[in-house]
């Protein structure tokens, strides 16, 4: 990872180009470290299409909440842009129900979590948790009253939503370092806190990547039920680093890894025996696996801002064994800003923003070929935002409502200050349905059938109606 500083030349999302399109045949999981290979993987489960329980919404990494095909109007905002004791560095959405919107704040001090009322900006809980030094918080969905998450080291926590309550909270890393050889967890040159635990979770499993592989706990009380090694096929001295995410299917979980190869992991049964996929994939620090429903596997990069804007902007893969397509984006020269990728089921969606042009683009692939179904494109400066100024320029989290695809960006410092705009396109045409402003820098779109709920990069709530 790289550390948290203003600027640097290339940013990564808390969660690595070209690389060979090859497919690796399937590798044996059986080892000698007391592995206990689960008897069913991955989840038929989703949960409800108008509440945003997962950082992109489900469990595959997109959603389908309904969504205002009008123009909202701001009901309310919480949560000061910044403090005089302690610089936000950097504010999560991870979770938005019917009663709730559930907030991670970044601070010097540690992170804090903060829960308010969707109806208004009435704060429910507050909770800084402790020991949380981390700055890269990984948030793996609200279940069952439930949220989970981790410190992205070593620890991965469950916390009552309902008042902010730590139900449980166990080191990961000392637990299965109890069992295997430090070798498989991290190299000899690093500390354990690249373990970087990131947490996926069901009502029936908690599944956790990591520097090792993929771990199953128990939701009730953490314990660790199994776990999987991914790098029995890596060189002696190599183990798996920064760990992307993971996608849950029905019988199937994918997962991602930046280093010390750009790789793409399917883990599955089949005929009783549980096998593994492996290929390289040719983005930087692959994001988040996105699993669309014509069942491509589709991973964009991990970079959100970099001063050369070339590279894979997205990429999509048969399953987890062979690479169908890539997709660049635009060409420029100078600084320009990234997003994850969202989807509606048949079309993938990326975004880019140039500070030299001033331009924000918005294409639409199709998901099974990587073809450019549509392009949108708007000039920054006339949203009355300055790309080029000393404020960090980003762009937001696209998220896929009903229809609709909601797309942002703005600019933010550390010393407090922003400014945003979310537009509306239509997901079949690209047409714009509506725009608006916003006095924060917008980095999750959270629609839901209560309202539209953005989360600023810096600090500050919002939450939109319809009139």
Known sequence: MCPPTRRTALRMLGTGGIASLAGCPSQSTTTDNGERPPDALGTTWTPPDDEWRFPRGGLRNTAHSEATHQRPTQEWQAQAQSTEQGLLQQTHL????GELVVLGTEREDGLELSAYDVADETNRWSRRLENSDSLYPQFGGLVDGTLYLSDFETDVIAVDASDGTVRWRIDLYERVAAAVPEQSLIESSRSRDRFAPVPAATPDCVYVQTSYGIHGLAPGDGHERWRISLGDELEDDEVLQDPGGLALTDGRVVASYGRPDQLLYGVQR??????????????????????????TTVLGSGVIWSTDATGMLAAGAAGTSTVNWEFQGMASTGAAAFSTVASDGTRVFVCEGHEKTGEFV?????????????????????????PSSDMDFRVAHPAVASGTLLVGYGTSAEQGGATGTMVALSTTAGTRQWRTGLSIAPRDIAPTEAGIYI?????GLIGLTQS
């Open 94 to 97: 991870a979770a938005v129900t």
């Open 270 to 295: 089949y005929d009783d025996e549980l096998t593994v996929d492996r290929t390289t994939v040719p983005v930087q620090y692959p994001s988040q696996p996105l699993v669309t429903g014509t069942g």
């Open 362 to 386: 918005v294409f639409a692939l199709r998901a099974d070929t990587g073809g450019l179904e549509w392009l949108y494109r708007e000039s920054i400066p006339e949203s009355g935002i300055d």
């Open 455 to 459: 989360g600023g990069r810096r600090g």
